[in-house]
């Protein structure tokens, strides 16, 4: 097709390299027509689209909770409680999930607990994600002793088992601030950063050695335009995909907090919260099986989404991977 659209030039192309030209133009044109855009590679892949359909149902959940499990009291995010009985009661007309000890409403538990994650996944992952890239690109972009200092500290931090550190810290900070969502964040925020900004160091250890960046060096760009409007914009995709497929895990970090008496307070619709319900009755789980499962199952299911679609991303933004699946 490029070649029937030059011929209609030869009048005008005068020589061959002009043609040769026109019609690389032409091609490219037309290449990047045929390109398939992001979202349709994700909508094109069954886990990727499989994955967006279960985040986008979760987002309808968390947005329409209000229609959803109507609020019984002054704050929306306390679990409304139907007596004090300490031994669960199975599913019915009243609550379609049932209740756990101490009578509090599963269903409105997992409906609510849907914005907390959202919450916790979203803030926890873009704060991490900020400190990450604010260390990694400084560290990699001056070099020399400020590189060698930020990231033996960050070798420090990174010597600490994770999920250990968090409970630590969250232990700290809890008998300083008392329970709450911001204890489990900072807790996780803490201790989060670091895989981000050895990546973003690596990339930009790679993109400041390109020929743009060189040029732009020689004509008089100002260091810092030259890291955030030159080098990190090419730098940052490994560190989105990493960052979309974290959602989940912070989400179910942060229940594992809340499981433990470290995350939110008792009664607060986080699904680590109503999994901690259940302590009580591992033994007679085949009685008592609506407490885990429910919540149990939205954990899963949200953070298997998010996983799907980060790895979608990784096939899409990564060039190397591109090209050994072409």
């Known amino acids: 097709m490029a070649k029937e659209a030059t011929r209609g030039l030869e009048g005008i192309l005068e020589t061959p390299m002009e043609r040769g030209l026109a019609l690389r133009v032409w091609e490219g044109l037309l290449g990047s027509r045929r390109k398939p855009t992001v979202l349709r590679q994700i909508l094109t892949n069954p886990l ?28 929306p995010y306390m679990v409304p409680r139907d ?17 756990t000890e101490g009578q509090y409403d599963i269903f409105y538990g997992v409906v ?27 560290a990699a972009y001056v070099g020399g002793w400020v590189d060698e200092i930020m990231m033996r500290v960050v070798e420090i931090f990174m010597a600490f088992p994770f999920l250990l550190a968090a409970i630590t810290l969250a232990s700290v900070l809890q008998a300083r601030l008392g329970r709450g969502l911001l204890v489990g964040m900072l807790a996780l925020t803490g201790f989060g950063w670091m895989g981000y900004a050895r990546l973003i160091r690596g990339d930009i250890l790679s993109v400041k050695q390109r020929d743009y960046v060189l040029a732009a060096r020689v004509v008089g760009v100002s260091h810092p335009r030259i890291l955030w409007r030159h080098i990190i914009p090419n730098a940052m995709y490994p560190m989105l995909v990493v960052g979309s497929m974290d959602i989940g895990s912070y989400v179910a970090s942060f229940a594992a907090l809340s499981f433990l008496g470290l995350g939110t307070e008792i009664g607060y619709a986080d699904w680590g919260q109503m999994l901690s319900f259940a302590r009580n009755w591992i033994p007679s ?14 954990m899963l299911l949200f953070v298997l989404g998010w996983n799907l679609i980060g790895d979608a991303f990784r096939d899409i933004l990564d060039p190397r991977l591109r090209g050994a699946r072409g």
């Open 48 to 75: 990727s689209f499989g994955g967006l359909v279960l985040v986008l149902f979760f987002v309808a959940v968390a947005i329409f909770a209000p229609d959803i499990a109507p609020p019984k009291g002054r704050d």
């Open 83 to 99: 007596g004090f009985l300490a031994e669960p009661q199975p599913p019915n007309t009243e609550h379609p999930f049932g209740t």
């Open 112 to 138: 609510w607990g849907t914005r907390t994650a959202f919450q916790v996944g979203l803030i926890i992952t873009g704060v991490t994600v900020f400190i990450g890239l604010l260390v990694g690109s400084i």
């Open 285 to 298: 789980l085949a009685d008592y099986w609506f407490i885990l499962v429910y919540p149990g199952a939205a």
